[in-house]
């Protein structure tokens, strides 16, 4: 899909219901590409999808998050954490440090300044499964999946595949990175 929002310096279609944004003073962009993944090439047994790759240049201001649907945190008191399967993409075959945020937002939408669910993780050029630290939310409080990643002096892309939200009903926030 091309529907999804994209903000300052962004090439290459963003996904339905997904946000890019590379900001920075106009200096530093951000790049996805749709990249199929074979049956099996996640893990054994695993089906054909699409994964996202996401190179930047900005570090501080860019990422990759699903916008438009926040998942309630509900009932209270539940324990939610996301999931991924990640691998670096960099041409020199170097690892790649990566943001993977789940930030916490008040009924209305605002953003509450926490995310309890984050962590940094290393992805390397073979394809690795990361699940984030389980987190409860307050009754009315939603959650989201974001992507962000560290500057590693040299070129700085991974693949994104299946991000999922854990603990509530195994959401799939995109099927492949693929319509609706």
Known sequence: GAGGVSIENVTGDVPDSWRAFGLDDGSGSIELQTVPVAENELYPGSPATTAMRMTSSVFDSSGFDHETTQ????????????????????????????????????????????????????????????????????????????????????????????????????RVFRNGFEGE
Request: hydrophobic share 40%.
């Open 71 to 170: 998942v309630p945190l509900a009932p209270a008191g539940r324990l939610t954490w996301g999931a991924v399967y990640l691998r670096a993409d960099n041409a020199d075959g170097s690892d790649q440090e990566v943001f993977f945020a789940m930030g916490i937002f008040e009924a209305d939408g605002t953003f509450t300044g926490s995310a309890p669910g984050t962590v940094t993780v290393t992805a390397t050029p073979e394809w690795k499964y990361f699940a984030g630290i389980p987190y409860a939310g307050a009754e009315g409080q939603t959650t989201n999946v974001a992507f962000r990643m560290e500057d590693s002096g040299t070129e700085d892309t991974v693949l994104i595949a299946l991000p999922t939200l854990k603990g509530l009903s195994d």
